[in-house]
């Protein structure tokens, strides 16, 4: 789970379904700052994924994913622009 906090003070919450030992599609949902869910849960896919290390950057409605692609030896860069 990362939770980041948004510049006009509401919550992002980011997941990883997994189905035993097989990853399925990651997952957002947006909340206010009391935590009440704000719209409804957004699948992301399969192409963001979140590494348990590294931390989520907030510019402006833009929160900011690096990750790192092992098999294809690469750093990857997902942005993802939050409506509030």
Same mark, same amino acid.
Request: aromatic share 8%.
């Given at each position: 789970?990362?939770?980041?906090?948004?510049?006009?003070?509401?919550?992002?919450?980011?997941?990883?379904?997994?189905?035993?030992?097989?990853?399925?599609?990651? %997952?957002?949902?947006?909340? @206010?700052?009391?935590?009440?869910?704000?719209?409804? #849960?957004?699948?992301? +896919? *399969?192409?963001?994924? %979140?590494?348990?290390?590294? @931390?989520?950057?907030?510019?402006?409605?833009?929160? #900011?994913?690096?990750? +790192? *692609?092992?098999?294809?030896?690469?750093?990857?860069?997902?942005?993802?622009?939050?409506?509030?």
């Amino acid at each position: 789970l990362k939770t980041v906090k948004l510049e006009n003070g509401s919550l992002l919450f980011l997941w990883e379904l997994w189905s035993g030992s097989d990853y399925k599609k990651t %997952l957002a949902l947006k909340t @206010d700052k009391d935590g009440k869910p704000i719209g409804n #849960i957004v699948e992301l +896919g *399969n192409q963001v994924r %979140l590494n348990r290390r590294d @931390d989520l950057l907030v510019n402006g409605n833009q929160v #900011i994913i690096f990750s +790192g *692609n092992k098999n294809e030896q690469k750093l990857e860069l997902t942005i993802l622009d939050v409506i509030y």
